[in-house]
C-alpha cells in the first residue's frame, strides 16, 4: 500500500524559506504525478503545485509562482516543495498527494493518495 508522509513545515518569519519533503512508501513513484496542497484556516484545501513523472512538467498556482519550486527524485521516491519569500497568507497546512497520471495535474478531486499534512506558519 502506497503512503505518503510530509516533512519541514514549521514556524518561519515573512520572507523566509522552507524546503517540504515527502517521502512515498510502498511502491516506486514513477507511476504517479505529485502534488502539494494546502489549507489554511477555515479554507478549503487549494492546489498549489504538481509535476508530472514523465517529462518533469510543471504547474503552480498563481500566487505562488515565481516564489515555490516543485521537483521530485523517483529515485528515492522523494517529492520536494521549495518555498522562498515566504508571505504570511502561505499559512496553512501543506499536504502531499499523488494520482497515477503521466500529465500534470492540478485538481484535488483527481488525487486519491494523500499524506497526512505538515504545518507551515508564516510570521509578519
Known amino acids: 500500500q502506497v503512503q505518503l508522509v510530509e516533512s519541514g513545515g514549521g514556524l518561519v518569519q515573512a520572507g523566509g524559506s522552507l524546503r517540504l519533503s515527502c517521502v512515498v512508501s510502498?511502491?516506486?513513484?514513477?507511476?504517479?504525478?505529485m502534488g502539494w496542497f494546502r489549507q489554511a484556516p477555515g479554507k478549503e484545501r487549494e492546489f498549489v503545485s504538481a509535476i508530472s513523472w514523465t517529462d518533469g512538467s510543471t504547474s503552480y498556482t498563481d500566487s505562488v509562482k515565481g516564489r515555490f519550486t516543485i521537483s521530485r527524485d523517483n529515485a528515492k521516491n522523494m517529492a520536494y516543495l521549495q518555498m522562498n519569500s515566504l508571505k504570511p497568507e502561505d499559512t496553512a497546512v501543506y499536504y502531499c498527494?499523488?494520482?497515477?497520471?503521466?500529465?500534470?495535474?492540478?485538481?484535488?478531486?483527481?488525487?486519491?493518495?494523500w499524506g497526512q499534512g505538515t504545518q507551515v506558519t508564516v510570521s509578519s
Open positions: 510502498g511502491g516506486p513513484i514513477n507511476n504517479y504525478c
Open positions: 498527494a499523488a494520482v497515477r497520471s503521466r500529465k500534470v495535474v492540478p485538481t484535488e478531486y483527481e488525487y486519491d493518495l
